[in-house]
């Protein structure tokens, strides 16, 4: 199960080609690109929002999924959504969407409140990008936590909760 998702560089060539063309538009679109320090800035606000949002965007769809069939254990649910692209691309989507969408909700506000104006030209392409990482690392972590508790029983009765400020 593990062995299907990517490692840490090839989640690094996935985000390429597509991404960069986007962060490459929308800085021409802004007239200027952020320095390493405003963009470390900048995912330091959106990363931690992304992953919670993946997180818990990917355990619902798990949690509907195992509620659509009660008479199948929820470990298959998982193992559905887990294995399929057209969830991962759809919790992606809706990621991004939270983080950029002003009408989406309290997150986006708060993305838009926190990032300087000059760089909000670009924040939809980096909010893909950190929709894209946040939800490979939301299915890689569950991935991981289904083999330990494959070994262990006991393993996730105790996880702590999700908090969209720690990084």
Known sequence: LLSSFPTQDERSELLGAVAKKKLEEAVRAAGKAPSTKERAAIESIVM???NHLATRMLYTEVAERARANP???????????????????????????KLVNI?????????????????????????????????????????????????????????????PKAR
């Not at 708060?110 to 893909?128: D, G, H, M, N, Q």
């Not at 946040?134 to 029983?153: C, G, S, V, W, Y």
């Open 48 to 50: 931690p929002i992304a």
């Open 71 to 97: 008479k199948k254990p929820g470990h298959q649910a998982m193992e559905h959504v887990l294995s399929s692209s057209h969830e991962r691309s759809s919790i992606e989507a809706r990621v991004k969407n």
């Open 103 to 163: 009408h989406s909700g309290q997150w986006a506000e708060e993305v838009y409140r926190k990032v300087p104006s000059k760089f909000r030209k670009i924040l939809p392409a980096l909010a893909t990008q950190a929709a894209h990482s946040a939800t490979m690392d939301a299915f890689h972590r569950l991935k991981k936590q289904m083999i330990l508790a494959e070994k262990n029983p006991n393993f996730m009765k105790h996880l702590p909760a999700t908090d």
